[in-house]
């Protein structure tokens, strides 16, 4: 299957679409777009199921200065149109606001920062540690169409290292929609 994909890469933490989209078939990657503009293109100009990776909040996903959205409620209308794969923090209540359809992530703990934001103890080594299998496991979705999406969240659940906090915390709201 081939993806569209809008990636913002403002972190280290965020680097690891990298993985996710390895020997993944994507169509049109915007990297960074600088503005909301440059995505509603995109989403009309195709319909391919779309991969949204990066940084943001219930409102959507941040810009690059993280002083507003490149994708936001006002492409709703184009983001109803498609299945959609979205990680970043608050993903899913975003979903919700805007009646999406597709895999969505919730609050994501994926530095050392948020873990602390969120009164855990992990390390930066750990939670990047455990980023890098989420997203290598998504990848392995991504490259195959075997697992139906909306099997993901359970597979995903059944799979993680629940005994650790923070793990169990970013896989318990994750969901399909």
Do not use: K
């Amino acid at each position: 299957m081939q993806y569209d994909a809008i990636i913002m890469d403002t972190q280290h933490d965020t680097a690891g679409w990298r993985t996710v989209l390895q020997d993944v078939d994507v169509g049109t990657l915007l990297l960074n777009p600088v503005d909301r503009e440059s995505v509603s293109d995109m989403l009309a100009h195709s319909d391919n199921p779309l991969v949204v990776y990066g940084h943001g909040d219930p409102r959507g996903l941040y810009n690059m200065d993280w002083d507003g959205f490149v994708l936001d409620v006002r492409h709703a209308d184009l983001l109803r149109q498609r299945l959609i794969v979205g990680i970043w923090c608050h993903a899913g209540e975003f979903a919700d606001i805007c009646e999406l359809h597709g895999f969505f992530t919730s609050m994501f703990i994926s530095n050392a920062r948020e873990s602390r934001a969120l009164g855990f103890t992990a390390t930066e080594d750990e939670v990047a540690d455990e980023l890098r299998i989420f997203n290598e496991r998504m990848n392995s979705f991504l490259c195959s169409d075997d697992i139906p999406m909306e099997e993901w969240p359970r597979i995903l659940q059944d799979e993680c290292h629940r005994t650790i906090p923070f793990v169990r915390y970013n896989y318990e709201a994750i969901g399909y929609y």
